[in-house]
């Protein structure tokens, strides 16, 4: 089934007014108490807790996402819910992370938001919404429309060679064995494109991370491969990638290939790694820094980096 330009709008319309109302609820418990419930899925600290607000988000996401999966025959996938793998087989499916960024919210730092993405079933996003409740504002993006923040459309800057190269990445990272290689091949890239030196910082929420470089495009946001069940989940990710796709930045994986957004054998983006960046030429040097130490690790008898 392909989706009409008029179809598209009408459910972007429908993400936008989820994503507010969840972002009003997120708000709303900003400052209130926090009941923390333990999960069972997942490795990363984030991944250990959920909490009540979660719950709430996805419930009015739901509310007024629902009645879509029957007018346009869509599957529904969400972070809160079991996968019922109809995002297999249906023409298209909401993907929905109620809250992106849960420990940042505990913290009461910035980084958290909601992120909703339609992704049409051979992986490519439509519909990209993403509502952050800190800032109040709504990004958003359909498939060869552009992408906006409120109202605004969205053109990434130049890289500012008076700024450093910035690598905005997970926590977890810092026990990464490449870490220290990663760190110096960042150095040899900022040198290469002529910018101030460079760092790397590890605040939380992989949605903000993304959305952060769509204004600051010296920041890049990427994770290398690693098996088990870890990395980061297409709720993660999807939305995100719509935003890039139609701003012209890039989101692929590690390798520069199209993310796998509808992966049949698994929820987790970790077996390619992932990239976003501003401009293609600051993600052709990530993906060659990528190859480098992939190709050494195997040299000394290593393998894919394990969770």
């Known amino acids: 089934m392909n989706f009409s330009d008029h179809q598209l709008q009408g459910l972007m319309r429908h993400a936008m007014d989820a994503a507010r109302a969840a972002g009003r609820i997120i708000a709303d418990h900003r400052r209130s108490g926090i009941q923390v419930d333990q999960k069972e899925r997942g490795a990363s600290v984030a991944s250990q807790v959920v909490i009540e607000v979660d719950h709430k988000a996805q419930a009015a996401i739901l509310e007024v996402l629902e009645p879509t999966l029957i007018e346009h025959d ?15 087989v249906k023409p298209a499916f909401w993907c929905i992370d109620p809250m992106d960024g849960t420990l940042a919210f505990i913290n009461d730092t ?12 051979n992986g490519s996003p ?7 409740p800190v800032d109040n504002c709504l990004f958003h ?9 409120d109202d605004a459309l969205i053109e990434i800057p130049p890289l500012d060679p008076e700024q450093p190269l910035v690598l ?6 810092q026990d990464h064995p490449w870490v220290e290689q990663t760190r110096k091949g960042l150095d040899c890239i900022a040198q290469e494109l002529g910018l101030n030196g460079a760092d790397i910082q590890f605040p939380v ?35 995100s990638a719509c935003l890039f796709s139609e701003a012209g930045g890039v989101a692929s994986d590690i390798q520069g290939n ?11 983006m970790n077996h390619r790694g992932l990239l976003f960046a501003g401009h293609q030429v600051l993600a052709e040097r990530i993906i060659t820094l990528n190859r480098a130490l992939a190709d050494t690790d195997k040299q000394g008898g290593g393998s894919t980096v394990s969770t």
């Open 205 to 239: 929420g992989a949605v903000m991370n993304a959305c952060g470089i769509l204004e600051s495009p010296n920041t890049c946001y990427f994770k290398y491969p690693r098996t088990g069940n870890s990395g980061g989940s297409l709720w993660d990710y999807a939305a």
């Open 141 to 149: 993006a359909i498939r060869n429309r552009g992408a906006y923040k």
């Open 258 to 268: 199209p993310m796998d957004l509808n992966r049949p054998d698994s929820t987790f």
């Open 110 to 121: 910035p980084g958290y938001a909601v992120s909703i993405a339609l992704v049409a079933q």
């Open 126 to 132: 439509l519909i990209g919404a993403i509502y952050d």
């Open 168 to 173: 905005r990445t997970d926590s977890s990272f």
């Open 74 to 88: 869509l599957a529904l996938l969400t972070e809160e819910s079991p996968d019922d793998e109809q995002r297999l």
